[in-house]
């Protein structure tokens, strides 16, 4: 047995501060909110964060079929701790331990606590090789300290796991002693001190070598075991120190990286970093094979694999650290990134929000509403992101993609220049050695030149504006004031803002349902007034999405987004990616959806108004076919996707990303002209694509046959009185059924489209 040296008073407290702040040791040997079993029957368990505190496990392929069964029979669990083929766990609502072997259903005569135990409640639990101990004492109560039961797991005759109490670990020095917490290795347990120092005990502790280091002044922030080894980070010094067998924590992260979490394998350790919550590995493993560019909340190991709970959507990540060995498929299930406490959380740490998290619009991730999860601050980003919001008491820092920084303050993190984009700004003393070479005269042209460049691009972005919405150089009085206003778009092109998750929270009520202004398969989305005074449309990923749509994937939806601008697009505005969300901001359209005017009650709208609907919707489709490189595809065009802005100009959204293929693309670019087409006879006939009061239901089946028989004046809804010319409205007709053509290659581009939907409307004819 070896004992740290007394630690003075101001340590202990220090001692304290930091279990509380940074507590955050996962994975065999210790206890957290993810952990492992080892040997053989290696399998994962996390808490999830469905805010029931219900376990999910998953393992190779040779176990993960019963799996499931398994994990359906464990009570909700406080935190995770695995041995060699068994877990633990202290439950949620009595503190009380609960083991159950890593491939077996639990039951009654199948949990792996001895009966004298099985009443007790404890705060804290480790398990080793085949032994577990645990701290006296509730898990939610004020007292953070007890004395320790140990008992251990043994195998039968049949191969089956059983308890009993131990001699080999309860001896009578440790009956008396108090600690804070314990990890637990291959026939040992440590235990920080109430009163300062660490101590360990068992069989092999005096394999750990010279545990006892009369210096030590500092206390432990983290603490982990492996099978044979011990690894801490000391809270003040923040130095990473570890004993026993030094095959498994050789080439230690250097001292200046900060360690926050740790996790212990076979022959190898692994730690989650302080600044960017990046994972660093080290001991006998493949270096290599550690994800890089990801941050990490929490991490557990096994004999040969390491799996962490992603910081941007609490999703599961494996990684094997011996290729020899099965790979693992962590489930898609969004799991809890720490521990549910009682005490508030400290310096350098935000309070994990999850109530906008997914659609059950979630308070908590614990069972108790007065409990909350403490999640360590981040300082920095991976590389190929930026610092674009520092931590808060409620929000950890927020990191965006290089391809997004616009300006100054992130071109030295990204490696970037001015020069390397548009010259956005000159520095003084380059000015300054202009005047002094070229002269006033040369600057004073250069100064008459710039304006009338400046003039010049003014005049041709009203003219592009004009092109944009279709409009004659001079329009004639009859028409609408409405029709002839141009939508301004509220932001500059590729200058997405960042919003933080909290403004956005605050501008929707909550994500009140009050505030909702329509839903689909993506998520919701609402109408939201930020602090500035400005409304606009947050458009909220659901759960679903979130899991099956990786960072870089939505990365790259914002990079091609934030390229879009054009009058006949609803425009983003910018995005917020805070605790796993996904969150867009557009320009809000009062006017609501082309659907609900046709279709919902709204104003009907008039024949000019239609027409010229008709014409900016296909100038805005064009522009997604033509203008980005490569295309965009909708893939979902209909009435309500087409919005109606403050001055009633027509604008597409909820548009798709890119052809899969060069090969598909013509043929979904064809899918989108059916669509419009569709489109196009609800504008003409004021009925739904599909819809059974009517016979034949099809829109298509039923107009079609008509205009091709020359009688396109029959579809012409009849709720809106008739203009004196309806021949602009047959013209229409006409090009609706070139549209949807049965076969593709026979619709027109959405170009010529939007030509004859454009000459249309500049004739003027409608009345």
């Known amino acids: 047995m070896q004992i740290l040296t007394a630690l003075s008073f101001s340590s202990f407290f220090l001692l304290l501060l930091f279990l509380f702040l940074f507590g955050n040791a996962h994975g065999f040997g210790s206890m957290g909110p993810i952990s492992a079993s080892f040997g053989r029957d290696e399998v994962f368990c996390s808490i999830d964060a469905s805010g029931k505190q219900d376990v999910i496990c998953w393992g190779n392929n040779a176990t993960s079929p019963s799996l499931s069964a398994v994990a359906n029979a464990i009570p909700a669990m406080s935190a995770l701790s695995g041995g060699e083929g068994f877990l633990c766990g202290i439950l949620a609502n009595t503190s009380q331990a609960f083991c159950w072997s890593a491939v077996t259903k639990p039951s009654a005569d199948l949990i792996l606590v001895p009966p004298a135990y099985r009443n007790t409640a404890y705060s804290h639990i480790a398990a080793g090789q085949n032994h577990v101990c645990a701290v006296k004492g509730s898990y939610f109560a004020d007292r953070d300290s007890g004395t320790v039961d140990c008992w251990e797991i043994t195998k039968t005759a049949n191969k089956t796991l059983t308890a009993k109490q131990s001699d080999k670990f309860n001896d009578q020095l440790m009956s008396n002693l108090e600690v ?55 809270n003040v010094s923040g130095e990473l120190k570890c004993w026993g067998d030094p095959v498994s924590y050789s080439d230690p992260p250097l001292d200046s990286v900060r360690l926050v979490s740790l996790s212990a394998g076979a022959n190898h350790f692994c730690g989650v970093r302080m600044d960017n919550h990046e994972v660093e590995c080290w001991g006998d493993l493949n270096s290599s ?79 108790r509403e007065d409990l909350r999860i403490c999640s360590p601050c981040g300082s ?89 919405m279709g409009k004659p150089d001079q329009e004639d009085d009859h028409v609408n004031v409405a029709l002839n206003s141009t939508p301004s778009v509220n932001s500059c092109p590729g200058v997405p803002q960042v919003f933080r998750l909290s403004e956005l929270k605050d501008a929707t009520n909550g994500f009140k349902e009050f505030n909702e202004l329509g839903r689909g398969s993506y998520g919701f989305v609402y109408k939201a007034a930020l602090a500035d005074g400005r409304v606009v449309a947050v458009k909220r990923a ?128 064809e899918s989108d002209v059916y669509n419009f087409g569709i489109v196009l006879l609800e504008v003409l006939s004021g009925r739904k694509a599909y819809d059974r009061d009517y016979t034949p239901s099809n829109m298509v089946e039923w ?46 581009p959405m170009s010529d489209i939007a030509s004859w939907l454009e000459q249309i409307v500049k004739d003027g004819l409608i009345l």
């Open 703 to 748: 107009a079609v046959p008509l205009i091709k028989q020359g009688k396109g004046a029959a579809i012409i809804d009849r709720y809106v009185a008739l203009p004196r010319n309806v021949e602009p409205l047959l013209k229409l007709a006409d090009i609706a059924e070139l549209a949807v053509r049965e076969r593709p290659s026979e619709r027109p």
């Open 289 to 367: 094979v550690v994800p890089k560019g990801n941050g990490f909340m929490a991490i557990a190991s096994s004999d040969f694999t390491t799996c962490g709970i992603r910081e941007d959507d609490l999703l599961l990540d494996c990684w094997l650290v011996n290729a020899s060995k099965p790979d693992f498929d962590p489930p898609l299930e969004l799991s809890s990134p720490g521990l549910c406490r009682a005490s508030e959380c400290g310096v350098d740490e935000f309070a994990f929000n999850v109530s906008v998290l997914n659609e059950l619009a979630l308070t908590s991730l614990c069972v």
């Open 380 to 468: 920095n980003c991976s590389k190929g992101y930026f610092l674009s919001s520092e931590c808060t008491r409620n929000a950890d820092r927020v990191c965006t993609a290089c391809s997004l920084c616009q300006n100054s303050s992130c071109f030295n993190v990204c490696g970037l220049h001015s020069s390397s984009g548009l010259h956005l700004h000159w520095h003084w003393h380059d000015l300054r050695k202009w005047v002094v070479i070229v002269g006033c005269p040369v600057l004073g042209f250069l100064v008459i030149l710039l304006c009338g460049c400046l003039l010049m691009v003014r005049k041709r972005s009203k003219k592009q504006s004009k092109s944009c």
């Open 542 to 669: 659901n759960a679903a999405t979130i899991i099956h749509t990786n960072n870089r994937d939505f990365e790259t939806e914002l990079e091609i987004l934030c390229k879009i601008r054009h009058c006949n697009v609803v425009n983003l505005l910018g995005y917020c990616a805070e605790m796993g969300e996904r969150l867009l901001v557009y320009e809000y359209m009062p006017h609501g959806t082309l659907y609900d005017h046709l279709h919902g009650g709204l104003s009907p709208l008039t024949w000019s108004l239609r027409l010229k609907i008709a014409m900016q919707a296909a100038k805005g489709l064009e522009y997604l076919h033509k203008e980005p490189v490569p295309p965009i595809v909708h893939n979902d065009l209909k009435s309500s996707n087409i919005l109606l802005d403050s001055e009633w100009g027509a604008r597409i959204s909820d548009f798709g990303l890119l052809a899969s293929s060069d090969k598909d693309l013509n043929g979904d670019l």
């Open 180 to 234: 804070k917490r314990v990890v637990s290795g291959e026939g040992f347990t440590c235990g920080e001190v109430n009163d300062g120092g660490l101590i360990c005990w068992g069989p092999t502790s005096e394999n750990l070598g010279n545990i006892n280091i009369s210096n030590v002044t500092d206390s432990f922030a983290v603490l982990v075991a492996g099978r044979s080894a011990v690894c801490g980070v000391f």
